[in-house]
């Protein structure tokens, strides 16, 4: 059984940064593809970043050339660094991961992945 918790969010101005962190514990994300998602009330849940085991990641069209997602193998954490945030990216950031290798086109679906984080909530004020 693996454990995610999140940390790092908070309230940040428009432009502002901050970096999410998802500490795991009960196995290893080396061979485990990860990723970060994230609700904002009243939608849906949906894939913001993720890495497939093999190393490959895949970003949402609004946060490319924003959001940088990495990890410390050694540490079992996962991060996402966020820059140049704006109000739209205010949501409840989630951890998500599972064993293996998964489909590129089903890398950032929220649907089938094995465990998650409790959340973290991120708020960007205009």
């Known amino acids: 059984q693996v454990q995610l918790v999140e940390s790092g969010g908070g309230s940040v101005q428009s432009g502002g940064s901050l970096r999410l962190s998802c500490a795991a514990s009960g196995s290893t994300f080396r061979y485990y593809s990860v990723g970060w998602f994230r609700q904002a009330p009243g939608k849906e849940r949906e894939g913001v970043a993720a890495?497939?085991?093999?190393?490959?990641?895949d970003y949402a069209e609004s946060v490319k050339g924003r959001f940088t997602i990495s990890q410390d193998n050694a540490k079992n954490t996962l991060f996402l660094q966020m820059n140049n945030l704006k109000p739209e990216d205010t949501a409840i950031y989630y951890c998500a991961a599972t064993p293996g290798y998964r489909s590129w086109w089903s890398l950032l679906s929220p649907n089938s992945w094995n465990y998650w984080g409790q959340g973290t909530q991120v708020t960007v004020s205009s």
């Open positions: 890495s497939n085991s093999d190393g490959s990641t």
